[in-house]
């Protein structure tokens, strides 16, 4: 007698583990295709129109690619404002990045009290979220801080009202026959340093989770062969958490993009509301900066991940 076997009715852990994460991120999917997606679709739809109040519903007129025309061409502040928002980027990145790295650098180590400073350390990143940081912004010391008007014209630079004052380290730079651009750099640094500690948080927490995950046994065979701190840092350290640094870099430029002090954000959002009132260029501006934006994200993803890639084939030993 020969006895068949039906198939089993059971799922393989794999299986069933990507099922639950499939449940789990279901209501974000809900979310993305019933709510999300067809706003963008409604957003683009709203670059070809003109759109003017009416009742019982709004009146649309096609009007092809002159609301992009308007935005690129016409609109005397939507280009500067692009700049300024690219402009000051890069040293959003750098200070932001040296600084979440630093500090978790620090609470990666055997010190007292860790879960304390890391406590402290996100206090500013919840206070600049939600009423909060509309509160805030009547603030003078976090306005004098935060203006990148103040930043970009030069203000917040060369006044006296700041924590460093610009001349003394200008002069300090050229006796050192250093570049004065680099005193700039650094004036706006030390000078905008609230905003940077509540723009660190939450890559000082991604930094905190990578080195982490560093095995303790490899700095104990850098210790043994006689490395450094400093080689350490460099020859372990910063290979390791590469990956993370390319995420926070990532995040970085999307969380500047998206502030509401950013020039860019404020007058697309002022293009919604109040008299001057224009849902077709606001649609044109913010689909403009959505594609700076995406060749920005996919140059960075591209170079840093090449030079990632690189290392890992140079190494041997690490994996992106």
């Not at 499939?22 to 759109?51: D, E, K, Q």
């Not at 996100?122 to 008007?149: D, F, H, K, W, Y």
């Not at 700039?184 to 723009?199: E, L, M, Q, W």
Request: net charge positive; aromatic share 12%; charged share 10%.
């Amino acid at each position: 007698m020969i006895l068949k076997h039906s198939k089993t009715k059971y799922l393989s852990l794999e299986a069933r583990t990507a099922r639950k994460g499939w449940i789990f991120i279901s209501p974000v999917l809900a979310g993305i295709l019933l709510l999300f997606l067809p706003m963008v679709y409604l957003s683009f739809t709203y670059i070809f129109y003109n759109i003017k109040p009416g009742l019982p519903a709004p009146v649309f007129t096609f009007t092809g690619f002159e609301n992009l025309q308007t935005a690129l061409f016409e609109d005397q502040f939507f280009v500067k404002n692009l700049i300024t928002a690219i402009g000051g980027l890069l040293p959003d990145i750098l200070m932001i990045i040296f600084f979440s790295l630093f500090v978790a650098t620090i609470l990666s180590g055997n010190i007292k009290g860790k879960g304390a400073f890391r406590m402290i350390m996100m206090i500013p990143v919840i206070l600049a979220t939600g009423v909060i940081e509309r509160a805030e912004i009547g603030n003078l010391m976090s306005n004098a801080m935060m203006s990148q008007t103040a930043v970009d014209t030069g203000a917040a630079l060369k006044g006296t009202s700041g924590l460093l004052s610009y001349d003394s380290v200008a002069s300090l730079f050229l006796n050192a026959g250093v570049s004065i651009n680099l005193a700039d750099y650094v004036v706006s640094a030390v000078n905008d340093i609230y905003g940077i500690i509540t723009r660190s948080g939450v890559q000082m927490l991604i930094f905190l989770a990578g080195l982490q995950s560093i095995s303790a046994e490899v700095y104990e065979a850098a210790i043994v062969e006689g490395a450094t701190a400093w080689e350490r840092f460099w020859k372990i350290t910063i290979p390791m958490v590469s990956p993370i640094i390319i995420v926070n870099i990532i995040y970085t430029i999307v969380d500047s993009f998206t502030r509401e002090n950013n020039p860019v954000m404020q007058q697309i959002t002022n293009k919604n509301i109040g008299v001057t009132q224009s849902l077709g260029v606001a649609s044109a501006m913010s689909w403009v900066y959505f594609m700076i934006i995406a060749v920005i994200l996919a140059a960075v993803f591209l170079i840093f991940g090449g030079i990632a890639r690189s290392q890992n084939r140079s190494t041997g030993k690490y994996r992106y």
